[in-house]
């Protein structure tokens, strides 16, 4: 039934699956579960609204916004047009365009890598200033 | 040899460099923790770091042992001044956002704190 559903679908499907499975990660037990859901859904009203703007931060959003986009085939129509690019080459420069294309991936690559240790070290940093001031 | 009919092979080479300078960068850390080559100077988090707990002797210690040793690791891993300064800068530069929500940013570089007591 699923592969005869249009594509938008099929990924909007597979991203609430996805995300209702986050759910069982974070709850510690099923009741916790099952408030979760029904907060989720609306049938349990919170106890205290909280505004969009606490949790919304320039960092959050930058986060949703790429990660958004790149959760749709970008990077590989990215890939797929520096491909392009190269083969348009003349061919003594394809090997070399294609060494730097390659150089280029490893080196974002790496650097995703560099961002996720510093924001997973950021979370210990535990200042305690009172006794500063 | 390249058959008749096929694309030819896709170079190796980026694999191989790939995993090489992945396993450097995550070993990084841990070469940090025994030869201490970080030259960042500590960010002034005011509070004694966790020390290395003693192993534990009984059963019933083996749960506040590895409590302890995660509170160590995480106050003395491999290059975590270096990492915090760094993320301490992305975050301000970046977004505006600051790391701990005790302090106030002013105007003109003033910090006002938000600790009542």
């Known amino acids: 039934m699923l592969e005869k559903m249009p594509r938008p679908l099929r990924h909007a499907y597979a991203m609430l699956v996805v995300t209702m499975g986050w759910v069982l990660f974070r709850s510690n037990t099923f009741a916790g579960a099952a408030d979760f859901f029904a907060a989720l859904s609306g049938a349990h009203p919170a106890m205290q609204a909280q505004s969009w703007s606490r949790y919304a931060g320039g960092e959050v959003i930058w986060a949703l916004g790429v990660g958004t986009a790149f959760s749709l085939p970008l990077w590989s129509s990215l890939k797929a047009a520096g491909h392009r690019l190269v083969q348009a080459l003349p061919l003594p420069a394809r090997a070399l365009g294609l060494g730097l294309g390659q150089a280029v991936e490893i080196l974002l690559v790496l650097g995703l890598l560099l961002i996720s240790a510093i924001w997973l070290a950021g979370g210990t940093y535990n200042p305690f200033i009172y006794f500063g001031f | ?117």
């Open chain 2, 1 to 117: 040899m390249q058959l008749a009919g096929h694309p030819p092979p896709k170079p190796r080479w980026p694999d191989y460099v790939l995993i090489g300078l992945f396993f450097g960068v995550l070993s990084l850390p841990l070469l940090d923790g025994a030869f201490h080559f970080d030259p960042t100077k500590p960010q002034s988090e005011n509070r004694l770091l966790a020390n290395c707990p003693p192993p534990p002797v009984r059963l019933q210690d083996v749960k506040k042992y590895l409590a302890d040793w995660e509170a160590f690791f995480n106050d003395h891993f491999g290059f975590r001044n270096c990492l915090i300064l760094w993320h301490n800068k992305l975050k301000w530069y970046g977004f505006k956002e600051k790391s701990t929500p005790q302090v106030l940013v002013g105007s003109d570089g003033w910090l006002f704190s938000l600790v009542t007591g």
